[in-house]
């Protein structure tokens, strides 16, 4: 085994397991798919190397957005402008 990642949150508990050689991957897919393990039924497949498993409060994400954007719009209207820029009214 090369590397382990542990998606916890996840509601399935997804792991994915990376080995150094693919006859071992080969070999854990047959071994461990449909097994019993702690009352849990694995199911074991290659990982597709595009799937995110990680799971993510959307709203929340959306919430936190909207105040970057917001302390940025703050941000860009507290900017004082180099003569250069400024608006020459007559």
Do not use: M
Request: proline residues 3%; glycine residues 6%; aromatic residues 10%.
């Amino acid at each position: 085994v090369e590397k382990i990642t542990i998606f916890s949150k996840h509601v399935d508990g997804v792991v994915i397991v990376k080995f150094k050689e693919p006859t071992a991957a080969s070999t854990a897919v047959q071994e461990y798919n449909g097994k019993i393990r702690k009352g849990r039924k694995l199911e074991c497949i290659f990982w597709d190397g595009v799937t995110d498993y990680t799971v993510r409060n959307e709203e929340q994400e959306q919430e936190e957005a909207i105040k970057r954007q917001e302390a940025f719009g703050e941000w860009l209207d507290n900017q004082e402008l180099p003569p250069e820029f400024q608006l020459l009214t007559e």
